[in-house]
C-alpha cells in the first residue's frame, strides 16, 4: 500500500512525482470531470482544486457481498487511471487488492484507523448481517456489525458501494435467514455511529460512477447532493426509462412481445418483457457499461431494476412493470361465489319480507 | 414495504376481490327481486324486439328533449369513449388486462392516448360543472354522485400526471394512480357506477314493457 | 440441445445505405446544432466551447453519424500523456474532435471542442519555465563539454 509520508503531500505533487506530466494531469481532470457529468467549462477549476488537495485515507470493507462490487471497481477504465485514482487517495486496506494477509492486513487496519481517526473515507461493500448477533459473517473472530461500528466511529464519510451495503441487496431478500441489513439501517437504529453517507447502489454499480463519487470526494471534500435513497442525484437523478435510446418505441407503442422475435430484433421497447426501467434510477442509459459499450437494454434484456431497493422482492424480472399480483383464479372465484351467496341472500330476505307485508294485508 | 410494491400487491388483490364479490351481490341481489305482475292485455308478444328497440332509442334523446339534455349526452360520450379507449388502448393496461384474463390485443400510440385523456378530463370537469351550476341537479345530487365522479377522474389525472412525470417521483405517482384505480373498484359495486351492468337491463326492459303495451318507444 | 447457430443474429452497419437514417431516432443531427451555435458565436469573437461526448445519450449509429457529417480535416495529433490522445479537426474547421485513451487504447473520455486550437495541445506557462530550465541546463552542459 501507500508510503505514510506521500499522505502530508497534495494529489497534484503526488501525481507529478509519479512522473504525470501537466498534459496528463488535464487529461485526468476532464476524464474525472466527464465522470461526474460535469460541464467540460469546469475542468480548469476541477484541475485546480485536485492539483491541491491532500490525499485522503481510504478504507475499504468486505462484508456479506459478492466481491463484484469491487470487481467491477476494478474494472473502471484503463489502468493508468485507475492506478491514478488508487494512488490519488491511499487506499489502506482492501482485502480482494491488498497484498498483506492475515494479522498482517489487521494490523494495516487498524493503523490507518488510528493514525488518521476522524478524517478516512470508509467504503463499505455487502451487507451486515444482525441476526444471532451477527454470527453470519466474521472475519479474525470479529462479527461484521463489531468491525463496522469501530470503522463507522472515526470515518469522515460513508460510501456503501453496492446495493448490498445500500439497501441490504441479495441477502436481505426474502426470507433474509441473516437479518442483513444495510449501512444506512444501521445508522437510523443506531447500532453504529451516523457520519455522512453516500449510498452507490447497484447490483453490482457502474465502474464509473464509484469512481466519480470518490473523484467528486476528492476534488470538493465533501459529499455531492443527493436522493431521497442517498444516491448521488448526478448518477441516480434520472431512471433509465428517461434516457433510454428504445423510447421512441415506447411512446410509438413498438414493443418486442418475446425475446428475439422480430420486434426485438428491431430494438423496440422492451416493456413487454419485464423491463423496470421507469421505476429505476441509475446512469445505465448514458454512462453505459464496459467503457460506454453497452447495457441490458441495449444488449436485449429488461432493466432489473438493481439500483432499487427490494429489487430481488419485488416480482417477476419478466412481468410488465404495469401487471400486479391480482390475486388468483381461485380467490377471485371463492370473491365472486360470496358475492352470489350474499345477493342470493339479500333477495330472498327481500321477497320474504314481501310475502309477510301482503300476508299482513 | 413500499408504496408501489403495496399498491401492485396486497391493495391489487383487495380491491379486486371486493370488486367481484360486490358486482356479484349486487347482480344477484337485484336480478333476483320479484317483478310486479302486469295483469292488462299485450298488445304485442314481441318483446324482445322491443327490448332492443328500447336499447336503440336511448342512445340518443327525443326530439323534444333535445333542448335541455343534448349537451349533457354529447359530454357523456366523449367522456365514456375516451375513457374507453385510454383504458383499453394504452398498451400498459392492456398488459395489465392480458396479466388478469389470458388475451391481450394491440395498443394505440402513447401521444393519442395522452391526447384521449386530456380530452376526457375536460368533459369530466364540464359535466361537474354543469352539475353544480344547474339548482335543480345541484338540489338533487347525492354523495354517491360526486364521489363516482371523482373515482373515475382521479385514475385520468393521476394517470396523465404520471406519463408527464409530474407530481413526485414518478414511482410514487404511479403508485397513487393504482391505488385511485383501486379505490373505484372498491367503490364501483356499491354505487351508481353499477349502470355499467344494469343500463342494458333497465332500457331493455323499458322497451319490452312499452312494446307489450304497444306503445311507441 | 440447440446451438449458438440457432440464436438469431442481425447484421448491422455495413449495410446502411449512404443517405442513411439520420433523421432516425437519435441525437446526431441536434448535437450538430449544438456545434453550430458554438462556433456562430466563436466567429463572433466568443468564447470556445467543449461538448462531453460522454454525457448524452448516443443511439447506436448517432457516433458513426456525427463522424461521418463532420468529416476529416487537415490536422492530427497524437498526446502520450497516461495513454495516447488523438486530435483531430474535423472537415468544419474549428470543430476538434479530442479522443481521450488509456493506456491499453480504451476510450476514457472523449470532446468535441469548438476552438482554435484545443487546450490540451497548448504548452501551459509551467511547462514553458520547464523547458527553460531543461534547455538551459542543456546548453550548459555542452558548453561545459565543448569548452573541455
Redesign the interface.
Known sequence: MAKDDDKEQTLGEVLRQQGVSRRGFLKFCATTASLMALPPSMVPAIAKALDKAPRPSVIYLSFQECTGCAESLTRSHSPTLESLMFNAISLDYQETLQAAAGTAAEAALHDAMKKFHGKYLLLVDGSIPVKDDGVYSTIAGKTNLQIMKEAAEGAAAVVAVGTCSAFGGIPKANPNPTGAVSVGDLMKSGQIATKPLINVSGCPPIPVVITGVLAHYLTFGEVPALDVHGRPKVFFGETIHDRCYRRPFYDQGKFAKTFDDEGARSGWCLYELGCKGPTTYNACATTKWNGGVSFPVESGHGCLGCSEPDFWDKGSFYAPLSTGHWGTAEGIAAAAAAGAAIGIGAAAMSRRHQDTISKEE | M?L??F????A??WS???F???????????????RKKDYSKPRSTHLWRGAIKGLIVHLWPYKEFRPKVVQSYILGYIFHIGLAIVVFFF???I??IK??IGVGW??????FIYITGAVTIAALVAMLVKRIANPVTRLLSNFDDYFSWFVTIAPVVTGLMAAA?WGG???HV?AVH?LSFELLLVWF?FSKLMHTFFFVVSRGTTGALFERRGTSA | MSGLSDIGVKVEGDSEPEDGPTTRIGNALPILHEIETYLTRLTQGGEPATIDLRAMPLAPGDYETLQRLLGEGEVSATIDALGPTRVRETAVRGVWWVTHHGATDEVVAEFIEITRIPTILQTVDEDLVDGLLRLRDCLAQEGQAASD
Open positions: 413500499d408501489l410494491t399498491a401492485r400487491g396486497p391489487l388483490q379486486v376481490a371486493i367481484f364479490l360486490g358486482v356479484l351481490w349486487r347482480l344477484f341481489g337485484v336480478f333476483l327481486l320479484r398498451v400498459p393496461h398488459l395489465f396479466n388478469i394491440g395498443g394505440l400510440p402513447n401521444s412525470h417521483r414518478y414511482e404511479l393504482i359495486p
